[in-house]
């Protein structure tokens, strides 16, 4: 898929040169932790709690990132720009993903560690591998679903708020996999792999959402 | 010219009969519960309210693929209106079963049901739909925009059913019984007649709001064609389609 | 040569809301020729030069662009048209070199192609300053690189002169004046320079074609109702 290639690139490209999204989603992740710390009145979390906490603010950090998305393409005429070349449309939304998927990922790289560091009891090693699987599926449905909902999000007056009040909803069953799944892995001699059930739920939901984006998003860029 | 009034009287008597009919069943017939006594009868008006606020949302969404497809706004039209119509029922239908939640086990709301927490995702959902129509300008991407969102949010229903099943440990049993499980003959039959009075309420209500809309535009459009385009004044910003 | 209009329009109709935007416009122009299209604004210029463009649906009538008709074989045809708009359609955070290296993928162009029409409009010095750095008049001229990269058959140019100085104008020229060989339509708001460069010649009054005809033909009087 060159077009998508190329439109990823230069979506890396801008975020390189303006560094707008991904410090903001950082220094917000690490804010939501001390937060977490004076709100809860805990020096360390584990298991459920600390799942949750760990979720809900990659959840709240994406949405940062979710209504960013497609601003430049809005205000500068990137969508026009897209819609004159001779491309599948598609990729629009491929690309967007993908670039959606890397950002939530370097995220996760410093996040992960920063909450470790300061709220988490239990030592990250050793459910490392399956933490790392379980929040790669997520990623995959907040990029599917982000992607959608920014792109519907874009066109309207309220940008910023219609984008959230779709997306969180949508995304609660990959929510409750995810913290679901990650509460035995942070737990205190905890288990080391998530559950089958979590993976499989978070599986399901990429793919049909995956092919739903997919077969619906032409109809919102066309005119 | 599409009209929707024809045939709609007698759908209002027949809503208007089977809905006498359910409520006497309800207060006459269906034996009382031996655990919950008389309260236990909101359950007739709570289930049937929830079911078809589901299937309403389902058709909504159904309408939506037809107006992608053909691009007519008529299937626009009856998606909107099956969708916000849907969203009533389905707060109506979530107050119920909080009332007969408080008379059952105490509380007000229950986590425990997940039949119950997975409506009330589903509703939170829907009810961006009508902001989201508010806040596109353009009447023709409003009404795509809208599709779009109906079935992507459509095809949540049954994924988000699943999902929260499946993270419930532990479900009340009392719940399992009566909503999903044997119900005894009688209470079997006041259900039926009370979810075909609901579908009934509901198919009324919509061709109703239908005809209503669909004479609002005949007539706006007869005026700009006899007046000019100057005589009528423009729509104010609006989430319903026109 | 294919003798068929490149550009075929008849009984075009286009609405937004309730209010119609286009009605029942009709135009043909010929491989090679220039239309220019005159009107107030809101008079539907813009419109239909994003319809031309494939950008916007028509909603009656209908519309072929080299022989394809829209909406329905756009993408056929999407690779051919180039459009100068109010928009330049450039990141302002990019370069114009990334600027035009992103479309020049987006279209599998050679990058050769880019510092071609660098050179040509005289931007390939300042083509590393990032967009927003840039006069009005450059942020024009790489507009105009964006338009022609892919070399195309037909130009839709929506003012395509606007904040350019008489020196640039003259670099531009070539790429998307008379010498460029592709067929133009061309709107703006000087009636006089439309006219002069045009060899067909349509009037927008509110949406409608007031007048289709070759320029020679336009009186005063039609100019003046046109912008009345």
New interface residues.
């Given amino acids: 898929m060159r077009t998508a290639r190329a439109v990823l690139r230069k979506d890396l490209l801008l975020e390189l040169r303006t560094l707008e999204t991904l410090p903001a989603m950082i220094l917000f992740s690490i804010t939501t932790f001390v937060i977490f710390h004076f709100a809860l009145n805990r020096e360390t979390i584990a298991g459920q709690l600390a799942a949750g906490v760990l979720v809900a603010t990659l959840l709240f950090a994406a949405m940062l990132a979710i209504n960013r998305l497609f601003v430049a393409e809005r205000e500068q005429g990137g969508f026009d720009a897209f819609l004159l070349a001779p491309v599948d449309r598609t990729a629009l939304l491929v690309a967007k993903a993908a670039a959606l998927f890397t950002f939530l990922v370097v995220l996760e790289v410093i996040a992960v560690p920063a909450f470790a560091l300061l709220l988490l009891g239990p030592s990250l090693g050793p459910p490392l591998g399956g933490l790392v699987l379980l929040l790669a599926l997520a990623d995959v449905a907040l990029a599917v679903i982000g992607t959608l909902v920014s792109a519907i999000a874009v066109q309207t007056r309220a940008r910023d708020l219609i984008g959230p009040i779709i997306g969180l909803p949508l995304l609660i069953p990959a929510l409750i996999a995810t913290a679901r799944g990650a509460g035995p892995l942070l737990a205190r001699h905890g288990a080391g792999f998530p559950s089958g059930r979590w993976l499989a739920i978070l599986a399901l939901y990429d793919v049909v959402f995956a092919l739903l984006a997919y077969a619906v998003f032409d109809f919102l860029l066309e005119d | 010219m599409t009209t929707y009034g024809r045939g709609l009287r007698g759908l209002a008597l027949a809503t208007i009969l089977t809905t006498t009919t359910a409520l006497a069943l309800v207060f006459f017939y269906a034996p009382l519960d031996a655990d919950q006594g008389f309260i236990q009868k909101i359950f007739y008006i709570h289930v049937p309210l929830a079911i078809m606020s589901l299937c309403g949302f389902v058709i909504g969404a159904l309408f939506a693929i037809g107006h992608?497809r053909t691009g007519d706004r008529r299937y626009d039209m009856r998606s909107y209106v099956a969708i916000h119509m849907s969203l009533i029922f389905g707060i109506a239908g979530l107050l119920a079963g909080s009332i007969w939640a408080k008379a059952s086990w105490g509380h007000w709301w229950v986590w425990g049901d997940p039949t119950l927490v997975s409506f009330l995702?589903?509703l939170?959902?829907f009810a961006?739909y009508q902001?989201?129509r508010f806040?596109?300008?353009?009447?023709?991407?409003q009404a795509?925009?809208a599709?779009?969102?109906a079935?992507?949010?459509g095809?949540?229903v049954p994924?988000?059913f699943?999902?929260?099943r499946?993270?419930q440990g532990f479900v009340h049993p009392r719940v399992l019984t009566l909503s999903g499980g044997n119900l005894p003959g009688p209470m079997r039959l006041t259900f039926a007649v009370s979810l075909l009075a609901v579908a009934l309420l509901f198919a009324t209500l919509w061709k109703y709001e239908l005809a209503a809309k669909n004479a609002r535009i005949q007539v706006?459009r007869l005026r700009?064609e006899l007046l000019g385009?100057d005589a009528?004044a423009?729509?104010r910003r609006s989430a319903a389609p026109? | 040569m294919d003798q068929r209009p490149v550009i075929e329009l008849r009984g075009l109709v286009r609405h937004f809301g309730e209010r119609t935007a286009l009605r029942d416009v009709s135009v043909s122009v010929p491989a090679g020729a220039t239309l220019a299209i005159l009107g107030r604004n809101g008079a539907g210029k813009s419109t239909l030069l994003r319809i031309l463009a494939t950008l916007l649906r028509p909603h009656g009538g209908e519309v072929a662009v080299l022989g394809e008709p829209l909406p329905r074989r756009a993408f056929a045809v999407r690779g051919r048209l180039g459009l100068v708009a109010h928009d330049p359609l450039l990141y302002r955070d990019l370069s114009g070199r990334e600027n035009l290296r992103y479309h020049a993928q987006l279209r599998g162009l050679e990058m050769g192609r880019v510092e071609e029409v660098l050179e040509a409009v005289g931007m390939a010095r300042r083509a590393d300053d990032p967009v927003r750095l840039l006069s009005r008049g450059m942020v024009q001229r790489l507009a105009v690189c964006r338009a022609v990269l892919h070399e195309p058959q037909v130009l839709l140019l929506d003012e395509p002169r606007a904040n350019l100085d008489p020196a640039a104008g003259e670099l531009v020229e070539p790429l998307i004046g008379r010498a460029s060989s592709a067929t133009r339509v061309i709107t703006g708001h000087d009636p006089a320079a439309a006219v002069a460069e045009a060899d067909l010649v349509l009037g927008l009054r509110e949406g409608r074609a007031a007048f289709v005809g070759e320029p020679g033909k336009i009186s005063d009087r039609i100019l003046r109702e046109l912008y009345a």
């Fill in positions: 992608l995702i589903v939170l959902l961006t902001p989201l806040s596109i300008e353009d009447p023709e991407r795509r925009y599709s779009v969102f079935i992507v949010a095809a949540f994924l988000n699943i999902a929260v499946l993270s706006r700009r385009d009528v423009p729509l026109s």
